[in-house]
């Protein structure tokens, strides 16, 4: 009430004459725009329902036209009715909704699915193609009360899409060298120096022969879905270091060299292991069953290559919780468990253990960057809270699922393995980093 009453008494500054004219300007002048709108060649009516603004008020306005073209805006005016067959797309919301986006440079798209931006005409599916386009939109749009971030964000994309430098960290500001990823930089050149090809693997070749068939099934089992896994993270890392690059956080992207080296090293451990004492694992994949492979084949790749697509703190947030939550802080650390449970008490295969420790140090610095990352991103966004929420629990039942279906093939589980203890671990595991974030899921 008090929004209509302000807008009533001093006018919001949207939506005049003036303001259409110089929202034209601005996505003209919008590199970005330029880019992802050239696909996009329609005029649309944002048309605005409840109308205060005094210029709106008019018998005939219906809301705003934009006639975009090729990444280009021709016109923006007054829409009124006889537009309405002419425009391939109508959205409609009320003043409040439209101003309140504008402010907030929001996604429309994503209003739209949540029922407050309604789509009058034109098609849901083909619109979700342009979500980038149309948030580029609205950060084109001029904020009248002042805090005008579109060109705070211009001067940002101009330096990047240049390629250009305005200046080098180290020899401004300098580097912070007691930043959290520094510190962890330093701890991976302390302990993740280790070399898997220097692991003595005499005694497991040794003692692999004398392990009974179920044994041997069970460790290649698990050892297949981490070979499969440690492959996945080094693959899959690449666009949330380029995004964290781009963010030009140098300290991060130093400590990130080592995280993405470790975990090829994990690669190179179990793939030698493999064909050193295993021999090879015989027909691997088909330890891969259908809720491993909805994480490792799918959910884990598409959350970061959607990076490289749309570099959103959204994005970044769901790679991370997907990459360092659940796939390391979950699934992984409940893996080293379930090693440590076969092996340690009756002195088994040392290499394997020896190489696992060193892994899970590694781990433990990645998942502490993934929480300080977590951490950041809902710091800057606190509404992602309810985001990461919601995906911390989708991911927490897929987990759950894989280590149900690792343990279903077995009657009697080799080495006494324990289902129920191994979901109660990663549930542990799991509940003891969201508790870290400070998030109640
Ligand atoms: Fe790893
Ligand atoms: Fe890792």
Redesign the pocket.
């Known amino acids: 009430m008090w929004f209509k009453k302000k807008i009533e008494k001093k006018g919001s500054g949207y939506f005049t004459e003036e303001w259409m004219n110089k929202w034209k300007e601005n996505i003209n002048r919008s590199k970005n725009y330029n880019n992802y709108g050239k696909s996009w060649n329609a005029p649309i009516i944002l048309k605005i329902t409840h109308p205060v603004s005094a210029s709106l008020r008019e018998k005939e306005i219906i809301g705003i036209f934009l006639d975009l073209k090729y990444g280009n805006c021709e016109e923006v005016r007054y829409a009124e009715s006889k537009d309405e067959p002419k425009s391939d797309v109508i959205l409609k919301a009320d003043e409040k909704t439209w101003i309140r986006l504008m402010e907030k440079n929001g996604d429309p798209t994503k209003l739209i699915m949540l029922g407050r931006i309604s789509l009058e005409k034109g098609s849901l599916v083909l619109l979700s193609t342009q979500r980038k386009a149309a948030m580029e939109l609205m950060l084109a749009a001029p904020k009248p009360s002042g805090e005008n971030i579109y060109e705070e964000k211009e001067k940002t994309v101009e330096t990047k899409n240049s390629h250009k430098r305005s200046s080098f960290k180290t020899t401004s500001k300098g580097l912070d060298h007691d930043s959290y990823p520094m510190r962890l930089f330093q701890k991976a050149k302390q302990f993740g120096v280790w070399n898997p090809s220097e692991i003595n693997l005499a005694t497991d070749i040794e003692q692999w022969k004398k392990l009974t068939n179920e044994e041997q099934g069970i460790i290649h089992h698990l050892t297949s879905l981490f070979l499969a896994g440690?492959e996945a993270?080094t693959s899959d890392l690449l666009p949330l270091i380029k995004v964290i690059s781009n963010e030009g956080r140098l300290e991060d992207e130093i400590y990130l060299t080592s995280?993405l080296w470790?975990?090829a090293k994990?690669v190179e451990f179990f793939s030698m292991y493999n064909q050193n004492v295993f021999n090879g694992i015989p027909d691997a994949e088909k330890f891969h069953k259908p809720f491993y492979k909805i994480v490792f084949y799918e959910k884990l790749p598409f959350a970061l290559s959607s990076l490289d697509k749309d570099p959103s703190a959204v994005n970044l947030l769901k790679a991370s919780i997907t990459?360092?939550m659940i796939?390391?802080g979950t699934l992984?650390e409940t893996g080293y468990a379930a090693f440590y449970n076969m092996l340690e008490e009756r002195n088994l295969l040392p290499g394997l253990r020896e190489g696992i420790n060193k892994l899970k140090q590694?781990?433990s610095r990645?998942?502490a960057y993934g929480l300080f990352l977590i951490n950041r991103i809902l710091d800057e966004n606190p509404d992602l809270q309810e985001t990461a929420r919601d995906e911390l629990t989708t991911l927490l039942d897929d987990a759950t699922n894989i280590i149900h279906e690792i343990f279903e093939p077995y009657d009697e589980i080799p080495f006494n393995l324990d289902k129920e203890w191994f979901l109660n671990y990663a549930i542990k595991q799991f509940q003891m980093r969201v508790n870290k974030l400070g998030l109640n899921v």
């Open positions: 440690e993270v995280f470790e975990e994990h990459y360092n796939v390391e992984a590694d781990e990645h998942i």
